[in-house]
């Protein structure tokens, strides 16, 4: 192949060995998403999420050790008296934030006298206690939402000016695929989220946009060079094999990156980077299935599917 001389459909088959029809099989890309989107929602009507104290309200207490401790000793202390939450360590893991349910007097006592036995001395003078009410989770769900609109509605702004309306409006329902996916299994399993899962579905919108904005970038280019009587479906499938590659590395490496911090980590970080996991693996599934699928679909069903009014075959 010369250089500078653009791939056609049949060299792009030719170069992956696994390759197969992505474009034709769509109406099972939508399917598989569907068997985890819509158990996903009943969930979330029936039993809701497991809201942490950022949400509902409890108690935090910031207490310094005088000597190095670690969250797994904390957190099975904690265990002994019957509470759980996040804890966060900190000035060289002397100091620690530990969030839980409402304390009762006795059950905050409870709980220093367990952390002075098991896990070390603390000192008494520094000891920091606050109730978070519910009002706070509240603020942050709206907040949560607040942001999600605004970063929905630039993003349509965004790929509407660099490309058309309609690659938009594709990319912002592969975005709430990859939300609904996230919160949907975070509901079915009971996973307890906390203000990280908010900071978590956010990163999500930026990374999966961005992989959906690379294949749209070579749908685009591959567009303009179509012929009269050339198949759109063709054309798309090609884009989509010709970033490929580029996709499955991005992810995988991400994904160990992710992968290593949920092993590794510690409690603090177990919700944003589970959710984090999910998320990435959803965001690499709609971009390549699903988002430039739902393109075709919606090119499908106007008259016009080529810019300038020329119609291809699809």
Known sequence: MEKGHPATYEEVQKIHPLYFNIVKKRYWWFAISLLVIVPG???????????????????????????????TAITDTMK????????????????????????????RNELLTAL????GEYDKTTL?????????GQELTRNAFLALGIAMGLMIAYISFRFQFVFAISGIIALLHDVLVVVGLFSIFQWQIDSSFVAAVLTIFGY????TVVIFDRIRENEAKMRRGDSYEDMVDKSVWQTMRRSVNTVVTVLIALFS??????????VFSL????????????SIFNASQI??????????????????RA
């Open 41 to 71: 929602i009943i969930s979330l009507f029936m039993q809701g999420l497991n809201l942490g104290i950022d949400f509902k309200g409890g108690t935090m207490i910031d207490v310094t050790f005088k000597k190095a401790v670690t969250q």
């Open 80 to 107: 002994s008296v019957g509470l759980d939450g996040p804890v966060q360590l900190s000035n060289g893991n002397t100091s620690a934030l530990i969030r839980t349910e409402a304390l009762e007097e006795t059950k």
């Open 116 to 119: 002075q036995t098991k896990v």
């Open 128 to 136: 920091k206690e606050d109730k978070v009410g519910p009002a706070m």
């Open 208 to 211: 999966s946009i961005n992989d």
């Open 261 to 270: 911090v949920y092993i590794l980590g510690g409690e603090s970080t177990k």
């Open 275 to 286: 959710a984090m996991l999910l998320g990435v693996f959803s965001g690499a599934y709609s």
């Open 295 to 312: 393109l075709v679909e919606i090119k499908k069903h106007m008259k016009n599917p080529r810019r300038g009014g020329k119609t291809v």
